[in-house]
């Protein structure tokens, strides 16, 4: 159990709305977790609700991958993070489209 409340260096985001829309998006979640792991990396999973209900200080970074749809409420959760303070590595396609494939702003 110490080993599981160890600190994370590394969270995955996590999108339903992702999930949803994409038949192999948990299977690209999966080669990005099995590649972090293989090097030895600690890693969690960030959801919005984790990012609302938790202090956003339990995170070092938050790794976004593969993950183009997201609902607002998602996206105002990652905002959030990032005002305050968390660092968020993400590729170009992710966080681009709303739950009806619409384009979102960008983060700042």
Same mark, same amino acid.
């Given at each position: ?8 260096? /590394?969270?995955? $985001?996590?999108? #339903? ?10 299977? +690209?979640?999966? *080669?990005? !977790? ?7 990396? /600690?890693?969690? $999973?960030?959801? #919005? ?10 995170? +070092?970074?938050? *790794?976004? !991958? ?43």
């Amino acid at each position: 159990m110490a080993l599981q409340r160890l600190k994370k260096p /590394l969270y995955i $985001f996590c999108s #339903k709305t992702s999930t949803i829309h994409k038949k192999k998006h948990l299977n +690209n979640v999966f *080669v990005l !977790y099995e590649s972090l792991h293989f090097e030895s990396v /600690l890693i969690g $999973f960030a959801t #919005k609700n984790t990012l609302n209900l938790q202090d956003n200080f339990n995170w +070092n970074t938050i *790794v976004i !991958y593969e993950t183009e749809f997201v609902t607002e409420s998602e996206l105002e959760a990652i905002q959030t993070y990032l005002n305050n303070g968390g660092t968020v590595i993400m590729d170009k396609v992710s966080l681009t489209k709303n739950e009806y494939g619409s384009l979102l702003p960008k983060l700042t």
